[in-house]
């Protein structure tokens, strides 16, 4: 399914401590001072299929963030990291584990690993990961038309796309305006994730209501080939990889893996019954490397 | 504007900062829409040429910053010079042939951005000094709880057109009123720095990038709808922001040319006068000369 032969790159992922200034307090949209909880680092108790309201949290994604202490690595370990890469625990209490990268965050950049619960809780920060990084410049050669970015060819086997006789078919939980799309826009969609600007007091108005982490989201007008930004008509999928957030212009994050123009894909929403990355489809793609073991 | 507000208790800050050069990398190259390669000039340095009421679009640049750039090399003070200094503040060349030159703050962008008069403008270069007398940080329209004044002057607020309605509402004078379509890069930044880019004013570039928003000039007011920005920039429906325009042309997708916050607040709480004269350049800089 690629344009040439992908080539694979063992990278290095330190699994990251959440920081802060020297001040505890964030502003929320409403004013209100308040201490951000699961914004990076090891999450517990936040998994694939739970709600993106469900957590008091900041940004909390389902898993582990991966950085590295030089600012340019970071910036190719987020770069190259695509989701569905298989991740092996290097050193520590977990050393030999593995889970699978399920997207990213933008501005310095983090991968975000699924593990399980488990193995979350036996990680520190600090442990080496290593991720085989494999994806960028895949492309689906029956649709020429639509970008594929941030994604490894065993998940896309594995998601709800279908490919073959005319436009591409993509199975997401709801369809949002490119005016909902927050931090991340102006920025490289290959780095960056995208923020939905909706909120457990308004996710209803947008028929979000029932956004889970790991699901498939569609925005139209919404171009992300490079950067990403307005372009009418233009539709772009992603994946669910954070939870909401508090502060303004920030919310669920999305990083995208499909885009395209008017014609190129039809989106099939469905608010009950979508499955996107869930911790079966994790699970598959973590057996079916050469030589995983979990 | 007619308008009471507490500017008689608002504190004065003497502050330095530095016209600071373009900054690149040897890879020099960055993407337009269309994915096609660019390197133009815009952030940084001293642009000449490009001052309040000329267009915002339609220059071979990108993220084009209208006169000096300052920062202040230290980098915990260039934040506190970036938050602290507010659209319409003096400032005043420190340094270099132009010293003594007296221009005004049009906006942040990550740098504080200086309109002076273009005689001036061409003694100055990178490394030049500059004084900022800060002021506006902290200020309130009293009749007008609601609405949250950011990074405007005292000065800026007497001088912009509008006044408080009989039925308690703040008129004010915009040139263009702005879809939440067009919010670009800066969504989610906090409000008293950098700016806001707007989308769908690359003139010349596809049908499909429009927004109609290519005849916006520098200096500008614009009200940008379902927009909060109180506590940082984000949607919010039935908000309403109103900036100015304080930098321009961009190739740079999801960028384009950007307002810095003023005034944001409940829509209802706003009387919005699509006025093609609300521009910095006519109703203040005109009167400061």
């Not at chain 1, 030999?96 to 997207?103: C, H, S, Y």
């Not at chain 1, 594929?148 to 594995?158: E, F, I, T």
């Not at chain 2, 230290?74 to 060349?93: H, I, K, S, Y």
């Not at chain 2, 409000?191 to 570039?205: I, K, R, V």
Request: hydrophobic content about 40%; charged content about 20%.
């Amino acid at each position: 399914m690629t344009a040439g032969r992908l080539v694979a790159n063992n990278l290095l992922g330190v699994v990251e401590h959440p920081s802060s200034g020297g001040h505890p307090y964030q502003v929320a949209r409403s004013g209100e001072s308040y201490v951000p909880v699961g914004d990076g680092g090891i999450v517990l108790g936040v998994d694939l299929g739970d709600g993106v309201f469900d957590h008091v949290a900041d940004h909390a994604a389902p898993g582990v963030c991966l950085v590295h202490p030089d600012p340019a690595a970071r910036a190719s370990l987020t770069g190259l990291s695509c989701a569905g890469n298989l991740a092996t625990v290097r050193s520590g209490g977990q050393a030999g584990a593995t889970g699978v990268v399920i997207g990213k965050r933008g501005e310095s950049g983090r991968v975000i690993v699924h593990f399980g619960d488990d193995v979350r809780a036996g990680l520190r920060p600090g442990d080496h990961v290593a991720v085989r990084a494999e994806g960028q410049g895949l492309a689906l050669p029956e649709h020429p038309d639509v970008t594929v970015a941030n994604l490894s060819p065993a998940l896309l086997d594995r998601l709800p796309v279908r490919t073959g006789n005319g436009a591409v078919v993509v199975g997401v939980r709801c369809v949002l305006p490119s005016m909902l799309v927050g931090n991340g826009v102006g920025r490289p969609s290959v780095a960056w994730d995208i923020d939905l600007q909706v909120h457990a007091d308004t996710a209803e108005r947008w028929g979000a209501q029932e956004l889970r982490l790991g699901d498939l989201v569609a925005l139209s007008d919404v171009d992300a080939r490079w950067n990403i930004g307005y372009r009418r008509g233009w539709t772009t999928v992603g994946i669910v990889v954070h939870g909401g957030s508090p502060l303004p212009g920030h919310g669920p994050g999305v990083t995208p893996i499909l885009s395209g123009g008017p014609g190129t894909m039809v989106i099939d929403a469905d608010a009950r019954a979508h499955r996107g990355v869930t911790a079966r489809v994790v699970e598959e793609v973590a057996d079916a490397r050469p030589g995983a073991s979990r | 504007m007619k308008v009471e507000t507490n500017a008689g208790a608002v504190v004065t800050q003497v502050l330095s900062g530095e016209v600071w050069p373009p900054l690149s990398d040897r890879h020099a190259f960055r993407v337009d829409p269309d994915g096609r390669p660019f390197s133009l000039p815009g952030m940084g340095g001293v642009t000449l040429g490009v001052h309040c009421g000329d267009p915002a679009t339609g220059y071979a640049g990108d993220h084009v910053e209208p006169g000096l750039s300052v920062r202040h090399r230290d980098p915990d003070a260039n934040m506190a010079l970036q938050f602290l200094t507010c659209v319409g503040n003096v400032v005043r060349v420190a340094d270099g042939p132009a010293a003594g030159a007296e221009g005004f703050v049009i906006g942040q962008h990550a740098y504080v951005l200086v309109d002076l008069p273009e005689d001036r403008m061409q003694q100055v270069a990178t490394g030049d000094g500059v004084t900022v007398f800060a002021v506006g940080q902290g200020l309130r329209l009293l009749e007008h709880p609601a609405i949250r004044v950011k990074n405007c002057s005292p000065d800026l607020v007497a001088s912009m057109p509008g006044a408080t309605l009989g039925d308690g509402r703040l008129e004010v004078h915009v040139a263009a009123v702005v879809p939440p379509e067009a919010v670009g890069a800066g969504s989610g930044m906090i409000s008293e720095y950098a700016n806001t880019d707007l989308m769908g004013a690359y003139a010349g570039l596809g049908d499909d990038l429009s927004l109609g928003l290519e005849g916006l000039r520098v200096g500008d007011l614009v009200a940008l709808t379902d927009q909060d920005h109180s506590y940082g920039r984000g949607y919010r429906e039935g908000h309403l922001t109103v900036g100015v325009i304080s930098t321009g042309h961009c190739m740079l997708f999801g960028h384009g040319p950007g307002p810095s916050s003023l005034l944001s607040g409940p829509a209802e709480a706003f009387s919005v006068v699509v006025d093609q004269d609300a521009n910095l350049g006519t109703f203040f800089a005109e009167g400061r000369s």
